[in-house]
C-alpha cells in the first residue's frame, strides 16, 4: 500500500504500525515525534496504530548541537 513520509511516497505492506515502520526505516524512537495526517500520535500507542493507505505520516527528529 501507498503511503506518504514527510512528503514522499513509499510502499508499506498492509497491517504496519507506526513502531514497526520506524524500525524498518532505522529510526530511533526516543529522538523523533510522528504526525499522522496532521494529528500528533502519542508514542505509548505507535505499537498499536496501524497505518491506512494514503496516510501522510511526518518524522520530526529531534536535533541538538548550536
Request: aromatic share 4%; glycine share 4%.
Amino acid at each position: 500500500m501507498q503511503i506518504s513520509i514527510n512528503g514522499e511516497c513509499q510502499t508499506i505492506t498492509d497491517n504496519t504500525t507506526i513502531a514497526q515502520l520506524l524500525k524498518q526505516l532505522q529510526v530511533e524512537e526516543r529522538i523523533v515525534a510522528i504526525s499522522l495526517n496532521a494529528n500528533v500520535v502519542k508514542k505509548d500507542t505507535w505499537a498499536n496504530v496501524c497505518l491506512q493507505e494514503n496516510d501522510k505520516l511526518e518524522l520530526l527528529q529531534f536535533m541538538s548541537g548550536g
